[in-house]
């Protein structure tokens, strides 16, 4: 059985804005989790949209009008992929690995080369 939630879209800089949103949810997710949802802006069909969890485990009695759009509402894809902090060029290759200095955490001496 899916269950209600509010949500609510995303700024430019990923913050919550605007009001709550309803939809369902037929997996379990909690407030504060990123879901992905569907949304027609315009004739070129639906996009898919990053919104956050803001309410979850409402009854219809807790949604204002629910009787009137009960009918429209839709249910989440799913929970949004977890964004990768960390930039590629901070990143080391897979196939490199650590030295041994820096495995027993030792500090490693930097060279000048300019001094060789």
Do not use: H, W
């Not at 269950?3 to 997710?29: E, H, M, Q, S």
């Not at 992905?36 to 070129?44: A, I, W, Y």
């Not at 041994?100 to 300019?114: Q, W, Y």
Request: with cysteine; aromatic share 6%.
């Amino acid at each position: 059985m899916s269950k209600l939630i509010f949500c609510k879209f995303l700024d430019a800089d990923g913050n919550p804005r605007g009001r709550d949103y309803t939809y369902r949810a037929d997996i379990d997710v909690q407030e504060g989790d990123y879901v992905l949802v569907e949304v027609v802006r315009n004739s070129d069909g639906p996009t898919t949209k990053k919104v956050i969890v803001t309410k979850t485990g409402l009854a219809p009695d807790d949604i204002p009008g629910y009787e009137n759009f009960k009918d429209a509402i839709k249910t989440i894809i799913g929970i949004a992929p977890a964004e990768n902090t960390t930039s590629e060029a901070e990143a080391a290759p897979a196939d490199e690995k650590p030295t041994e200095a820096a495995e027993s955490g030792e500090a490693v001496p930097e060279i000048d080369m300019e001094e060789l």
